[in-house]
């Protein structure tokens, strides 16, 4: 049952691929507490079918869009404005993905065309994004724009591989951009720094289910899940949160300020 923290409020989801991504369930939470919403990913994306349903469902106009394409973004801030009837209140980039990952090359051996795309899809789409809209004043005063990182951009974790530095920049952007867009639109730009979560982009992290549940274990309240992390998007994006911007949020059970639980030390004990 919803808060209705959302009434009225308008909002653009980008990066719901299937049931399990983060974005889908942001996209559910956010019409249960209210709001209208239009959804954006990629033509491929699209192709794998599976946003039909949710968008039949929640009622919400998909508007196809490569995000690294700036004509694509300003496309989707236009027809969403017209479909929903206004600006936006509310938008989150939940987009991700390293070629160099998916090939499996190593961090030391990197083709850097893949790091190029690494960084253009992961990070400096939501400069994009948010340039896009800026020009063309898309979103309202007070509005709250979120994009999804992983600690992995502050501490090194093996595996994530030029994915680290993809978020790096996307949480430096978040603070550049969010600078500027409080000071002239008084529009708040913040991360959320997500537990592991096991959805088609975390599946491709190298050792994935190790690191899960090394973070369940070392985080006092466990990992975080997806739609738990909805419920803290909704929150972000609500009058709550007024005066919150040029944050990097961890929403974690605790994780990135433990050092070492009990759980662990039981662990290793019992594996030596
Ligand atoms: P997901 O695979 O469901 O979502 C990734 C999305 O990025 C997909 O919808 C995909 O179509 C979209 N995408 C890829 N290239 C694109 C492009 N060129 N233009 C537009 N969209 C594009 O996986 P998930 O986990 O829901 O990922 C969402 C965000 O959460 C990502 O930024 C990811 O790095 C972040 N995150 C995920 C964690 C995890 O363990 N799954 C942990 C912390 C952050």
């Keep these: 049952m919803g808060h209705n923290l959302l009434k009225g409020k308008r909002g653009i ?104 795309k690494t960084l253009d899809i992961s990070a400096l789409s939501f400069h994009k994004m948010m340039q896009a809209a800026k020009k063309l004043d898309a979103v309202a005063e007070g509005g709250s724009i979120l994009a999804l990182t992983h600690i992995a951009a502050q501490r090194t974790f093996t595996g994530y591989n030029d994915m680290a530095d993809a978020k790096a920049l996307l949480e430096s952007i978040a603070r550049s951009f969010g600078y500027v867009y409080g000071r002239d639109k008084k529009v708040r730009v913040n991360t959320i720094s997500q537990s592991p979560t096991l959805t088609t982009a975390g599946q491709g992290i190298g050792g994935m289910n190790a690191f899960f549940d090394f973070a369940e274990k070392m985080s006092p309240l466990g990992n975080a899940n997806a739609e738990e992390c909805a419920e803290y998007c909704v929150v972000m994006f609500s009058d709550l949160t007024r005066m919150v911007t040029m944050q990097n949020l961890f929403h974690d059970g605790g994780f990135s300020n433990m050092g070492l639980t009990q759980a662990i030390v039981e662990d290793y004990i019992e594996k030596k």
């Design 13 to 116: 989801i980008f990066g719901a691929l299937n049931e399990k991504s983060i974005a889908w369930k942001v996209a559910e939470k956010a019409v249960e507490e209210g709001a209208t919403i239009t959804l954006s990913n990629t033509a491929m994306a699209l192709r794998m079918g599976e946003l039909n349903g949710l968008s039949e469902k929640l009622n919400a106009k998909i508007i196809p869009a490569d995000a690294t394409n700036v004509e694509e973004l300003e496309e989707v801030f236009k027809q969403s404005m017209e479909v929903l009837g206004g600006k936006i209140d509310f938008v989150l980039h939940s987009i991700g993905m390293s070629p160099n990952v998916r090939k499996g090359r190593a961090y030391d051996d990197l083709d850097y065309r893949n790091l190029d």
